[in-house]
């Protein structure tokens, strides 16, 4: 089946600095690859997400990038805060066609990115 | 946060004993789908089902069943022939056609006596 690996498992910054967790798969028929937030007991939330058309995407502070060739991806978090402090988890997916349904994603183990004060 | 429930969200049960969690969405959602998740690890498919009595077997379906009478509704029974059903579980649902983007529920945390 369907693989992604997630690296680190965790990751320590300064406040104020960049983070930058990366994900690989092994799917080339993947076409959808999504970043969830979690912090301790509650769900996980979309924070930004990509589809195999375009290259990179940027929301604010947080970014993703993607290379199909490569088959990996990664999540950028600019000017870390305290409340960016939680366990993010990458996922790929895909789509089977027009008119056709999603089945379910895969998620990468998780990343556990503490801020430093 | 609103539109996908789930309950009970803490359940205790012996071992040997079937149990059924609950989820529900008002989002008028077609896909549902369950999730385990086990700490330090992310997040594994159970099932999944993309239209009314219809569903299908994710990666660790085994010892699990569920049924999708409803649209709305997508329970999911954890029979005593899972091995190792402690766990918080996590239902989710997205639109038909839709690049998978899913939004979850607040889980339910299963503890096996």
């Known amino acids: 089946g369907e693989n992604v690996e997630q690296h680190p498992s965790t990751l320590s910054v300064q406040e104020g600095d960049s983070a930058v967790i990366k994900c690989t798969y092994s799917?080339?028929?993947?076409?959808?690859f999504p970043w969830y937030k979690q912090e301790l007991g509650k769900r996980p939330q979309l924070i930004i997400d990509?589809?195999?058309?375009?290259g990179e995407k940027k929301d604010q502070r947080i970014a993703v990038t993607l290379n199909k060739t490569a088959k990996h991806f990664s999540l950028h978090i600019t000017e870390t805060q305290p409340e960016d402090s939680a366990v993010y988890f990458c996922?790929?997916?895909?789509?089977?066609?027009?008119?056709?349904?999603?089945?379910?994603?895969?998620f990468g183990k998780g990343t556990h990115l503490i801020i430093q004060p | 946060d609103g539109g996908i429930t789930q309950s009970p969200k803490y359940l205790f049960r012996k071992e040997g004993q079937n149990v059924t969690l609950s989820c529900e969405q008002n989002?008028?959602?077609?896909?549902m789908y369950w999730y385990r998740q086990d700490p330090g690890q992310g997040l594994r498919l159970i099932y999944y089902?993309?239209?009314?009595?219809?569903?299908q077997k994710g990666d660790i379906a085994e010892g699990y069943s569920v049924s999708r009478e409803k649209k709305e509704s997508f329970p999911l029974t954890v029979t005593s022939a899972q091995k190792n059903p402690t766990a918080f579980y996590l239902c989710?649902?997205?639109?038909?056609?839709?690049?998978?983007?899913?939004?979850f529920g607040p889980g339910t945390r299963l503890t096996v006596l």
């Open positions: 989710a649902s997205s639109i038909w056609d839709s690049f998978n983007e899913q939004f």
């Open positions: 799917d080339s028929a993947s076409n959808y």
């Open positions: 990509i589809r195999s058309n375009v």
């Open positions: 996922a790929e997916g895909k789509k089977e066609g027009s008119g056709g349904g999603a089945d379910g994603l895969t």
């Open positions: 989002l008028n959602h077609d896909a």
């Open positions: 089902s993309q239209i009314v009595n219809d569903f």
